[in-house]
């Protein structure tokens, strides 16, 4: 059995690496074509390999699935051209037996993409992210900026609620163009500030510059009342990795990031569901590999006469094409039905390792 697992990993390894080599030199290709396109005002061609380089993480994890799918079928469809997958099975390789060995490989893979996308990706996204902000000026934007909540929590008639605009921020705690509403408890408008610029730090202190501040005292024929502030300090629950996330993609944000980021934006009553549908799907994908190594298997049932390893290198495509755009259809369909977020992450999955273990039943049972 160690010669057998060593043929099979050895030979997967090799043809897995191949295939997402392959497809993340196109795919930076691509990417570095765009960044040119991005980076017209004076910046090099370096700025614009580095940037494309930076997207190699986030590559890998996106593409390893369908790397695993592709090499593993083009792996186990040569032993069954050779027929040494048939020797194998006249050995005693049962069915049972032939999935527990491709699990190894397949949790490895898994391992792998989730490394790559949890841990290395969010870096490289945020160094990206980083460093075109340094080429527009230092400041992340988003168009329209970022609109936050936070609340105090203090359970009386006293209790504020504030509504925050940012128009633009950095990584080192720099914001600018800030607005901040506070309403009373029953969501009367008590103040307004806004500021050109300040700072925000990692426990929620934000310190405003040049602050204009408006007051809306309550009752009949009281003025309006405007003063001008040359620094406030406001301690929130809004910390500079709250405002950072809100300006950034969701990519940037590891798993762990995310289930934070969704439960500050339930605690705040605001709309979480697409980032919680990013979030499972961030904690389920790695086991995409598990379900692509399974599908691959039942190209090894498959008698040389069925169709040469090119017929069968393009169905594996075709498949892992598919995978991808149901992945990202079965999200936004999930956040336009309102699917629960795991169902809506979970389902292309499920339907791939049903269709799988189908094909593999009957393959074995049939064929």
């Known amino acids: 059995m160690r010669t057998v697992r060593r043929l099979l990993y050895r030979d997967i390894a090799l043809t897995v690496s191949f295939v997402a080599l392959a497809f993340l030199a196109l795919f930076s290709f691509i990417a570095f074509t765009e960044e040119l396109e991005r980076l017209k005002r004076g910046q090099s061609a370096g700025h614009a390999a580095w ?68 841990v290395l990706a969010p870096i490289a ?54 607005r ?9 408008l008590l103040e307004r500030w806004e500021s050109p610029r300040g700072e925000v730090d990692g426990q929620g202190l934000w310190i405003l510059q040049n602050v204009t501040r408006a ?5 009949e024929n009281i003025r309006l009342e405007q003063t001008t502030l040359p620094e406030l300090r406001w301690q929130s629950h809004l910390s500079l990795a709250v405002v950072n996330a809100a300006l950034l993609k969701a990519s940037t944000m590891s798993t ?15 709309s979480a569901g697409r980032y919680e549908i ?9 086991f995409a590999c598990l379900v692509m190594m399974a599908l691959a298997l039942p190209f090894a049932y498959l008698h040389g006469r069925a169709g040469g390893i090119g017929a069968k290198v393009f169905g594996g495509i075709m498949l892992g094409i598919s995978f991808v755009l ?10 336009l039905q309102g699917w629960a977020p795991w169902a809506a992450a979970a389902a292309p999955a499920l339907f791939y390792l049903a269709l799988s273990l189908s094909s593999f039943a009957w393959l074995v049972r049939y064929r």
């Open 51 to 118: 940037l494309a380089a930076l997207q190699l993480p986030g590559q890998l994890y996106e593409l390893l699935p369908i790397a695993v799918l592709i090499g593993s079928i083009i792996s186990l469809s040569r032993l069954a051209q050779s027929s040494e997958f048939t020797i194998l099975r006249t050995a005693g390789l049962g069915p049972g037996r032939a999935l527990g060995l491709l699990s190894l490989p397949a949790l490895a893979f898994a391992l792998l993409t989730f490394l790559s996308g949890d």
């Open 256 to 270: 762990a990031e995310l289930f934070r980021y969704t439960r500050h934006l339930s605690a705040q009553e605001q």
């Open 278 to 286: 990013q979030f499972y799907r961030k904690a389920l994908y790695p």
């Open 326 to 335: 149901m992945n990202h259809l079965a999200g936004h369909l999930g956040l």
């Open 180 to 188: 901040v509403f506070a309403f009373d408890a029953h969501g009367r």
């Open 125 to 178: 996204e945020r160094a990206a992210e980083s460093y075109r902000a340094e080429l527009a000026g230092g400041l992340l934007q988003r168009a329209g900026g970022a609109w936050l909540k936070d609340r105090e929590q203090s359970g009386t008639e006293q209790e504020r609620s504030f509504t925050v605009h940012v128009q633009a921020a950095g990584l080192d705690g720099r914001v600018e163009g800030v």
């Open 215 to 219: 007051l809306w005292p309550q009752g």
